[in-house]
């Protein structure tokens, strides 16, 4: 599922409806500049912002990043800016 926003302050919620119980992984991009594509440097890095849940450090997994779902459930990404 995909959803695109405009940022409008310093904390943002979205909201996903009506999913079904089970594993999940959530990212966010911040397109900086506004072009549809997460810019990175020559080894994968991402220069703009991004965040994954569970909010992992280094280089994310699933295994990390995993969540389940299961009724109405809320979870915290921060974003990281390099």
Do not use: C
């Not at 996903?16 to 089970?22: E, H, I, Q, V």
């Not at 911040?30 to 991004?50: M, S």
């Amino acid at each position: 599922i995909i959803q695109r926003i405009r940022i409008s302050g310093a904390v943002m919620s979205l909201r996903f409806s009506n999913l079904p119980p089970g594993a999940y992984v959530a990212s966010v991009q911040h397109d900086e500049d506004n072009d549809g594509k997460l810019k990175t440097n020559f080894i994968g890095i991402p220069k703009e912002g991004v965040g994954i849940s569970n909010n992992p450090g280094g280089i994310p997994s699933w295994g990390r990043a995993v969540f389940r779902m299961q009724g109405d459930a809320a979870i915290a990404i921060t974003m990281r800016y390099i």
